[in-house]
C-alpha cells in the first residue's frame, strides 16, 4: 500500500504533528508530493487569490545552500525534500482575472477584476506583499497537516537569511517568505507538545 492510502484523520494529523528534525534518507515518491499539492491547492484566501508559490527543493547541491542560508540548521540536508513558501501578490494582480470564478457572467467579472485591481493599485507593493502573506501563512498551515496526513513529518522554520534565499531561487524582490519547511519520513521524534491551557486562548461570549 502506497503512503497516501493510509491518510490520517485532521484530528490525528495536528496530534501526531511535531516538528522533527532528522529524516530517513528516502526519496518522496512524486505521486505522494503531487497528492500534498492537490490538498494545499484547496486552501482559502481571501477574494480566493491564492498568493502561494511552492519551491520544492530535492537537490542536494541545492539542499546545501539552503541550509546555509538557515545558518546550518541541519534538518534541511536530512530532509529528502524542502519547500520553501513564498508569496508572489504581484504575479497575482497581473492575472488577477484568473482568479474571478468561471461561474459569473461577463459583466459580473469585469466588475470583479476592476474591484480586486482597485483596491491593491490603492496599496504600496510593500503592503499588498504583506497583505498576501497573511493569505500564504494559512496555506503553509495546511501544507504542514496535508504532508502529516499522508504519513510524512515536516518542521517549519522562518531561521533564515531571506535574501540569501532569495538569490538561490532567482527569485524577485517583491516576493516574500512564509518559510521553509523540511519534509520526510521521522527518524526521530519530537518534542511533546507543550501548549498555552484553553483559557489562555479562547474566550467563550
Ligand atoms: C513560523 C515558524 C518558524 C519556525 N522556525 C524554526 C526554525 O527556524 N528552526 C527550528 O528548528 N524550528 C522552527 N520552528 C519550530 C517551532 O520551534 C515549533 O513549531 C514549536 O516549538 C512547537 O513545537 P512542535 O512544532 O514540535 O509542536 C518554527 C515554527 C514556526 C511555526
Known amino acids: 500500500m502506497n503512503t497516501t492510502e493510509q491518510s490520517l484523520s485532521v484530528r490525528q494529523a495536528i496530534e501526531k504533528r511535531h516538528s522533527i528534525r532528522t529524516y530517513k534518507q528516502e526519496p518522496i515518491p512524486q505521486q505522494d508530493l503531487n497528492k500534498i499539492f492537490e490538498l494545499v491547492r484547496l486552501s482559502p484566501s481571501a477574494w480566493n487569490l491564492q498568493p502561494w508559490r511552492f519551491h520544492v527543493v530535492t537537490d542536494n547541491d541545492l539542499k546545501e545552500k539552503l541550509e546555509e542560508a538557515a545558518y546550518g540548521q541541519k534538518q534541511v540536508t536530512s530532509a529528502p525534500a524542502v519547500v520553501v513558501v513564498t508569496s508572489d501578490m504581484e504575479d497575482v494582480l497581473a492575472n488577477i482575472a484568473d482568479t474571478v470564478h468561471p461561474g459569473l457572467s461577463p459583466e459580473r467579472k469585469e466588475e470583479e477584476v476592476a474591484n480586486l485591481s482597485g483596491f491593491f ?41 531571506q535574501e540569501k534565499v532569495r538569490e538561490l531561487l532567482n527569485l524577485p524582490g517583491h516576493v516574500k517568505f512564509a518559510g521553509i519547511l523540511p519534509i520526510g519520513k521521522a527518524d526521530s521524534e519530537g518534542y511533546p507538545h507543550h501548549r498555552f491551557d484553553l483559557e489562555k486562548i479562547a474566550t467563550f461570549h
Open 121 to 161: 493599485n490603492g496599496m504600496t507593493v510593500e503592503d499588498r506583499a504583506q497583505w498576501g502573506l497573511t493569505q500564504t501563512n494559512i496555506a503553509f498551515g495546511f501544507l504542514m497537516l496535508a504532508v502529516q496526513g499522508y504519513g510524512y513529518s515536516s518542521n517549519p522554520m522562518l531561521g533564515f537569511d
